[in-house]
């Protein structure tokens, strides 16, 4: 039981690529989550999904897109990279909704945009 | 933006004594749960209380929520250099679907 994996760990990117990030969960949670967290700050919700084949906006999600094709993973894509989407990305998921359960996270994967 | 915002930013302490962190919000919530991150690593749920609920323990830790001052606070008894981290509360805005995490609290317990 892996819990939340996050692939890559680390990236660097240059202006204008574009990349995608895979979330996998194994526990069967309906609910995943994508955030961003910037040095010295909370995490901000991107973008996150109900259940397999749907998707919602959170926060910030300007600048990124999502996949939910299998329950089990969740993608976002960077489009066209920007300095500004430097940061550390967290997936989370949780059984039901997260207001009544744990969410439990990945381990991050550490983007630099340059 | 719901975003609660945690108290104080960076706390120092001894090992041994007690560590109040302290969370505030700005609109009507169901639940609020606090979060450990480990330098570095993904958040590690600790605890939820519901927006009923005044008090709730669960081994050192000991919440509090009071929501006629939209306020938590998060205890931690008898610190351990173990519990070095940032602690988060997350709340949701009467939407059961997604949270929003304050800016977190920086704990250093020294040995």
């Known amino acids: 039981n892996a819990g939340v994996t996050q692939t890559p760990k680390f990236r660097v990117l240059k202006t204008g690529q574009s990349m995608t990030l895979l979330c996998a969960q194994d526990?069967?949670?309906?609910?995943m989550y994508w955030y961003r967290q910037d040095p010295g700050m909370g995490l901000r919700l991107i973008h996150y999904?109900?259940?397999?084949?749907?998707?919602a906006k959170g926060e910030v999600p300007d600048g990124y897109n999502v996949s939910r094709l299998k329950k089990q993973n969740f993608l976002l894509g960077l489009e066209s990279a920007a300095p500004s989407q430097t940061s550390v990305y967290f997936c989370?998921?949780?059984?039901?909704?997260?207001?009544?359960?744990?969410?439990?996270f990945g381990p991050g994967t550490r983007l630099t945009v340059l | 933006s719901q975003q609660g915002e945690e108290d104080p930013q960076a706390l120092s302490i001894q090992e041994g004594e007690n560590a109040t962190m302290n969370c505030s919000y700005k609109?009507?919530?169901?639940?609020l749960q606090w979060y450990r991150q480990n330098s570095g690593r993904g958040l590690v749920h600790l605890i939820l209380?519901?927006?009923?609920?005044r008090e709730k323990h669960s081994g050192r830790l000991r919440v509090t929520l009071d929501t006629s001052k939209k306020s938590s606070s998060l205890l931690i008894t008898a610190s351990r250099a173990a519990d070095t981290a940032s602690y988060f509360c997350?709340?949701?805005?009467?939407?059961?679907?997604?949270?929003?995490f304050g800016s977190g609290t920086k704990l250093n317990v020294k040995p």
């Open positions: 989370a998921s949780s059984y039901k909704r997260v207001s009544e359960h744990t969410q439990y």
């Open positions: 526990m069967n949670h309906e609910y």
């Open positions: 999904s109900v259940g397999e084949g749907t998707t």
């Open positions: 609109t009507s919530i169901n639940n």
């Open positions: 209380i519901r927006s009923n609920e």
């Open positions: 997350a709340t949701d805005e009467s939407n059961f679907n997604k949270f929003y």
